[in-house]
């Protein structure tokens, strides 16, 4: 194996949002050029068509929207038809009470024209504000917005939601922050063009997440205190990031049309999983080894006889499994493990790299015949990488375990200790130099 630089592994790390460059030097060169050849002391600006301004000004911070009918005869009316609204404080996410009194009005006086985006950030609430920013996302909702983001700041205090299930058929992406999410939210069979949405420092206490359409999907920080697991169907998703998660971890229902997966299991924030082995930490090992089971255990290995992850994601290409210590999800998937027929890029953390036998690792390798590349990030979390060894395997003798098509091993490490050293020797013994 050969030591490379840090700096050239940057390729290797999983992206769950597609971003589109619009800023590029061509669109600013075009940019300069739209007022070329207007006469000096001409307002540029406020030459502009009308639908130009509507979407410039739907930028804005609502306030700022409306204070623009003071800057000429012209402006008067453009802030009542923003093709976006941006309901927030004069410095960002604001409390409700502040916001109550201007957002009705505002809602009372625009027209009653179509929005591309809402944006609703809020800092601080009341129980008897619940209700007006239920009516505020409602309204976005009729009116045929597109792309719709609630934020609430205070995730200590989630802002509760109506739980009624949103009906739209143009809504396309949806960002939740800091909410609570019950009864029937978070079902969206009547949302058939949603393709995007991001869950994040939310509490989900639903059962049954349902999604007809849903391409991408992200889960990041977000904890659950029901007694069993909430179940996500989606079936359509191709991009799935599951990040940290307190309580039970979600069951994933099979997800056939699945590309992208990044996984990384353990607890969210100051939040404790209820799928960690409460002995492991002790022995380093799970219960089942010492026929003596905590109560996490016994629920896990009683709960049912299906995976609850790996089944799911059996299509991906590309995934990063990645778990803390103790966690018992992917040991358990384990048993069911299936075979991952179109799997070409995986990266796995030090969970998988587990002497003296590393049965985990064995396993995923054994069901994985197509696998190209194998990334190993045996770092702590929070260290930067400061090693890093790329190898391959040897054609003259190739070990059983070893997939067919791998090309290439990489291992990322902070130092090369003793327990790096004994990962670097078990792949030595599968051929892998």
């Known amino acids: ?79 009542k038809s923003t093709t976006g609204l941006c309901i927030v404080g004069a410095k960002g996410a604001g409390s409700v009470r502040d916001l109550r009194k201007f957002v009705d009005h505002l809602l009372i006086l625009r027209e009653r024209t179509d929005l591309d985006t809402v944006d609703i950030g809020l800092s601080k609430f009341c129980e008897e504000d619940v209700p007006f920013v239920n009516l505020w996302i409602r309204f976005a909702v009729q009116s045929k917005v597109r792309v719709l983001s609630v934020i609430h700041t205070n995730v200590n205090q989630p802002f509760h939601l109506d739980g009624l299930p949103l009906a739209s058929w143009y ?89 992208t997966a990044f996984l990384n299991l353990g607890p969210s924030l100051h939040h404790t999983s209820h799928d960690i082995c409460l002995h492991y930490s002790r022995s380093g090992v799970f219960c089942g080894a010492n026929d003596v089971s905590c109560a996490n255990c016994l629920y896990n290995d009683g709960s049912s006889n299906n995976s609850v992850l790996l089944g799911a994601i059996y299509n991906a290409e590309h995934l990063e499994l990645i778990s803390s210590s103790g966690m018992i999800i992917f040991t358990r998937d384990l048993k069911w493990c299936p075979t991952f027929n179109n799997l070409r890029n995986l990266l796995l953390n030090d969970y998988w790299c587990v002497g003296p036998d590393f049965n985990a690792l064995t396993c995923i390798l054994k069901h994985s015949p197509v696998l190209e590349k194998l990334t190993l990030q045996l770092v702590s979390e929070g260290l930067r990488t400061n090693v890093e060894m790329k190898g391959s395997y040897s054609s003259t003798e190739r070990s059983t375990v070893i997939p067919q098509h791998l090309k290439i091993v990489h291992v990322k490490c902070y130092v090369v200790d003793e327990k790096v050293a004994k990962v670097l020797k078990f792949l030595c013994t599968l051929n892998l130099r």
Not at 9 to 21: C, G, K, P, R, V
Not at 178 to 207: E, M, Q
């Open 171 to 259: 809504l396309t992406t949806l960002v939740i922050h800091g909410v609570l999410l019950n009864r029937t939210f978070l079902d969206f069979s009547s949302c058939p063009a949603l393709d995007y949405l991001k869950i994040s420092s939310c509490v989900i206490n639903v059962s049954n997440i349902g999604f007809r359409s849903l391409g991408r999907l992200i889960i990041f920080c977000c904890r659950s205190f029901l007694d069993h697991r909430v179940r996500v169907s989606a079936p359509c998703l191709v991009s799935l990031k599951l990040d940290g998660f307190s309580g039970r971890t979600p069951l994933l229902e099979r997800m056939p049309l699945l590309q």
């Open 1 to 79: 194996m050969s030591s490379t630089d840090d700096s050239l592994s940057s390729e290797d790390s999983y992206s769950s949002d597609s971003e589109i460059e619009v800023n590029t030097p061509a669109t600013r060169a075009d940019a300069r050029r739209m007022f070329d050849g207007m006469p000096p002391g001409v307002d540029r600006i406020g030459s502009l068509p009308d639908g130009v301004l509507h979407y410039l000004l739907s930028f804005l911070p609502a306030q700022e929207a409306v204070r623009t009918c003071v800057l000429a005869q012209r402006w008067r009316h453009l802030w």
